[in-house]
């Protein structure tokens, strides 16, 4: 019969054993997970090799010139009747989320690593600041955002701008006569 000595150092060699068997298990699970990494310093689209595939390669070999077609109808261009987006005002927009990064680059830089401690800031000073700001833009007024970045208060650059005057859509003739 073994000792309580003996029985003592069993239970600590199999306490480390199950240890060692844990800390393998979760490593493993851990590293089997990481089999795509994206490399947040290197930008991915820079200098990106053509894609194709056998049906493109297959209308390339065929070496078909393409026809002409000559419509006749004049042709009609197709403009939006304005270009604007109505919304309400927008207390917590940021400036640097519209403009984006200013190198052209699409990976991380000195700027996003800025702007991870900026935003809590920014946040917390519009949310102090939140009834100054619905005194100054009521939440009843009409904005509009038209896609094109200009330097609004403060020199800080935005997108939406007060709506000069709120759009009604009115019946057109055709809507109105029932036809």
Excluded: K
């Excluded at 590293?31 to 310093?41: A, I, K, N, R």
Aim: proline content about 5%; hydrophobic content about 35%.
């Amino acid at each position: 019969m073994p000792s309580n000595t003996e029985m003592n150092n069993r239970r600590v060699m199999s306490v480390v054993q199950l240890r060692a068997l844990a800390r393998l298990l979760v490593s493993t699970v851990v590293l089997s997970g990481c089999q795509l990494m994206v490399d947040p310093f290197r930008d991915e689209l820079e200098g990106r090799q053509e894609m194709t595939t056998a049906s493109v390669e297959g209308v390339r070999a065929a070496q078909t010139t393409p026809t002409v077609r000559q419509r006749d109808y004049a042709t009609f261009e197709l403009r939006a009747e304005d270009e604007g987006v109505t919304h309400g005002p927008l207390y917590f927009e940021d400036s640097s989320e519209d403009r984006g990064s200013d190198d052209g680059r699409f990976a991380w830089t000195g700027e996003d690593y800025l702007h991870l401690f900026y935003w809590r800031g920014r946040f917390l000073v519009n949310t102090v600041f939140f009834p100054v700001s619905a005194v100054a833009t009521p939440p009843w007024t009409v904005m509009e955002s038209d896609g094109r970045i200009s330097r609004q208060s403060l020199g800080f650059e935005y997108d939406a701008t007060r709506c000069a005057e709120p759009q009604v859509d009115e019946p057109t003739d055709a809507v109105s006569t029932g036809g």
